[in-house]
């Protein structure tokens, strides 16, 4: 016989036979929902605390969403960030740090490199990472410049899957990259498919030597099966084309898909891919600064290192290596695991909402990532309206999603759902009672 007293409440014990059954019965309550261990529920005020999504609108007109009219709050629903508080441990890292009154030059701890490969063997099954494969990278797309450097010149051609990201596009086009798009096509059952013939012509036509791989995919949410990945690997050694895997949204997988890294799909992708993560989506850590690149190849990851160095500007921010080492904690595995939940029934909410209550509208359940990307074509020329008339009347009622066009989406609108479930129906029924009600 046991007897467990609750930590938080000691007038609540439980008498049991079994332990094993005990335990076995809380992780079949947590499974169903029935206890969360962190706070996904409560309204953060972020106004006047550094938060673009919430400050920015109306500042950058055809970027940001215009002000709400008034008597209506803006719900933010369009810059790619979570309205959600962090996972504890990071604060505690972070401040634990801060207490010491000393910031000079450091190098990365073998401590920060540990975490990283314990959370990509645990969370994504690499089992062969060591700390010489992995680098640091101030955001992604710095990452993603620094190895088109290495793999390319000045004015070549480079793949990329349409709808596209829009970081990508401006940053190639900043560095005189020219980006040939491969459309994403919809199958029978709405899900977004890579188009392998068009993807050979493109790189036979254009003589392109890298591809982007975004891996989920942002803006569409679709996360990569083995199977795809390997038929792209195929075209990609075919053609002597290198990869640059974009995998920020790994952690972020709903409704029970599995992320397959695509380095780990054969011995040409785990040799020609520089792979791109960071805690950043995961944990709400944009404002940190941040990434690291997983390359296997010594050569690259020499060249890359070079590259990536020459700005004398890549350099981490101690703050940020401790954040990284907080997120990585055993409650940032329990946290990413209840976010997912949420994430999870949140896109389920907003998919049926758009699904059985707007005609018109285009949409493929996302697989991960916290973001729909919703196509109003037919919806556009059923109520002969247009993709601006649209915007302006949601953010008139502070429904503040973002304009898609950017992403190549002709007829698109991006919305994010990383926020409480009540900020949620209530955009909703903004939407459905303002801007649909015809």
Same mark, same amino acid.
Not at 258 to 280: L, R
């Given at each position: 016989?046991?007897?467990?007293?609750?930590?938080?409440?000691?007038?609540?014990?439980?008498?049991?036979?079994?332990?094993?059954?005990?335990?076995?019965?809380?992780?079949?309550?947590?499974?169903?929902?029935?206890?969360?261990?962190?706070?996904?529920?409560?309204?953060?005020?972020?106004?006047?605390?550094?938060?673009?999504?919430?400050?920015?609108?109306?500042?950058?007109?055809?970027?940001?969403?215009?002000?709400?009219?008034?008597?209506?709050?803006?719900?933010?629903?369009?810059?790619?960030?979570?309205?959600?508080?962090?996972?504890?441990?990071?604060?505690?890292?972070?401040?634990?740090?801060?207490?010491?009154?000393?910031?000079?030059?450091?190098?990365?701890?073998?401590?920060?490199?540990?975490?990283?490969?314990?959370?990509?063997?645990?969370?994504?099954?690499?089992?062969?990472?060591?700390?010489?494969?992995?680098?640091?990278?101030?955001?992604?797309?710095?990452?993603?410049?620094?190895?088109?450097?290495?793999?390319?010149?000045?004015?070549?051609?480079?793949?990329?899957?349409?709808? !596209?990201?829009?970081?990508?596009?401006?940053?190639?086009?900043?560095?005189?990259?020219?980006?040939?798009?491969?459309?994403?096509?919809?199958?029978?059952?709405?899900?977004?498919?890579?188009?392998?013939?068009?993807?050979?012509?493109?790189?036979?036509?254009?003589?392109?030597?890298?591809?982007?791989?975004?891996?989920?995919?942002?803006?569409?949410?679709?996360?990569?099966?083995?199977?795809?990945?390997?038929?792209?690997?195929?075209?990609?050694?075919?053609?002597?084309?290198?990869?640059?895997?974009?995998?920020?949204?790994?952690?972020?997988?709903?409704?029970?898909?599995?992320?397959?890294?695509?380095?780990?799909?054969?011995?040409?992708?785990?040799?020609?891919?520089?792979?791109?993560?960071?805690?950043?989506? !995961?944990?709400?850590?944009?404002?940190?600064?941040?990434?690291?690149?997983?390359?296997?190849?010594?050569?690259?990851?020499?060249?890359?290192?070079?590259?990536?160095?020459?700005?004398?500007?890549?350099?981490?921010?101690?703050?940020?290596?401790?954040?990284?080492?907080?997120?990585?904690?055993?409650?940032?595995?329990?946290?990413?695991?209840?976010?997912?939940?949420?994430?999870?029934?949140?896109?389920?909410?907003?998919?049926?909402?758009?699904?059985?209550?707007?005609?018109?509208?285009?949409?493929?359940?996302?697989?991960?990532?916290?973001?729909?990307?919703?196509?109003?074509?037919?919806?556009?020329?059923?109520?002969?309206?247009?993709?601006?008339?649209?915007?302006?009347?949601?953010?008139?009622?502070?429904?503040?999603?973002?304009?898609?066009?950017?992403?190549?989406?002709?007829?698109?609108?991006?919305?994010?759902?990383?926020?409480?479930?009540?900020?949620?129906?209530?955009?909703?029924?903004?939407?459905?009672?303002?801007?649909?009600?015809?």
């Amino acid at each position: 016989m046991h007897i467990i007293i609750l930590k938080n409440n000691p007038k609540y014990f439980f008498i049991i036979i079994s332990k094993t059954k005990f335990f076995a019965y809380l992780n079949l309550k947590y499974q169903k929902g029935d206890t969360m261990k962190f706070d996904f529920t409560s309204i953060i005020d972020r106004h006047g605390k550094d938060s673009i999504a919430v400050d920015g609108a109306g500042l950058t007109p055809g970027f940001t969403p215009g002000l709400p009219k008034e008597g209506f709050d803006m719900i933010p629903m369009w810059v790619a960030d979570m309205n959600f508080a962090t996972v504890p441990t990071i604060k505690k890292a972070i401040i634990e740090r801060v207490k010491h009154p000393m910031f000079g030059y450091f190098s990365p701890t073998d401590e920060y490199f540990n975490s990283i490969i314990e959370w990509q063997k645990n969370r994504n099954g690499v089992k062969d990472l060591k700390s010489k494969n992995i680098g640091y990278e101030n955001g992604v797309l710095g990452g993603v410049i620094s190895a088109l450097n290495v793999f390319c010149s000045k004015g070549d051609n480079v793949l990329l899957h349409s709808p !596209t990201y829009i970081g990508f596009t401006k940053s190639l086009e900043n560095n005189g990259y020219n980006i040939i798009h491969s459309e994403l096509v919809k199958d029978k059952n709405g899900i977004w498919r890579m188009d392998y013939e068009d993807m050979e012509r493109k790189i036979k036509e254009y003589n392109i030597c890298a591809t982007i791989m975004c891996n989920p995919h942002n803006p569409t949410g679709r996360v990569w099966e083995k199977e795809e990945l390997l038929e792209a690997m195929k075209i990609f050694e075919r053609n002597h084309v290198y990869v640059i895997s974009d995998e920020i949204w790994s952690d972020i997988i709903l409704n029970g898909n599995k992320h397959t890294p695509t380095q780990s799909v054969n011995k040409y992708a785990k040799e020609n891919t520089v792979a791109i993560y960071s805690p950043s989506k !995961t944990f709400n850590l944009a404002g940190l600064v941040g990434s690291y690149h997983i390359i296997y190849n010594d050569y690259l990851h020499n060249r890359i290192l070079k590259e990536s160095s020459l700005s004398h500007y890549n350099e981490m921010n101690v703050l940020s290596m401790h954040a990284l080492i907080g997120a990585y904690k055993s409650e940032g595995y329990e946290w990413v695991d209840e976010l997912r939940k949420v994430l999870s029934e949140n896109i389920n909410y907003a998919f049926d909402f758009f699904t059985k209550k707007i005609k018109g509208i285009d949409i493929s359940k996302p697989q991960g990532t916290y973001m729909l990307f919703l196509d109003f074509k037919e919806y556009c020329k059923e109520k002969n309206t247009n993709i601006d008339k649209i915007l302006k009347s949601s953010w008139d009622v502070g429904v503040a999603w973002q304009d898609g066009r950017p992403f190549n989406g002709k007829y698109a609108i991006r919305m994010n759902l990383a926020l409480p479930k009540s900020k949620i129906e209530e955009a909703l029924s903004r939407l459905n009672t303002y801007v649909f009600k015809n």
